[in-house]
């Protein structure tokens, strides 16, 4: 996990230059589709990395940013949620359906 001293919104901002433009946050259980109204197959996706932010001043502003890509049709997006007692349990459900990109995390971390 990638601790940083950016803000959610400045990593969220360069993820999207680097081709993250999916909005995975609106991933469900059954049935999600991409912005090109594909299914969307958990199989199909794994999380590139992992960024953890602090609430420095506000325990709310505590997340976890997911860089997810899609091996099927190279489609990459983000998944935002909460962290500690602000977690989104679906969200974290969801989460858990989705493989780590081992090789390319160990070699960026």
């Known amino acids: 996990m990638i601790r940083t001293e950016k803000t ?8 999207s230059s680097q081709g993250y433009t999916e909005d995975y946050n609106l991933l469900q259980l059954r049935g999600s589709r991409d912005n090109q109204s594909n299914e969307i197959d958990f199989a199909n996706l794994v999380i590139d990395k992992i960024y953890r932010f602090s609430g420095q001043n ?13 091996l ?36 960026h971390e």
Do not use: P, Q, R, W
């Open 72 to 107: 099927k049709n190279g489609l990459k997006g983000l998944f935002v949620n909460g962290y500690g007692i602000y977690t989104d349990e679906e969200a974290s459900t969801i989460i858990e359906k989705i493989s780590l990109n081992t090789l390319d995390y160990a070699n």
């Open 58 to 70: 506000d325990a709310a502003d505590e997340a976890i940013l997911y860089s997810i890509s899609n």
């Open 8 to 15: 959610l919104s400045e990593v969220m901002a360069l993820l």
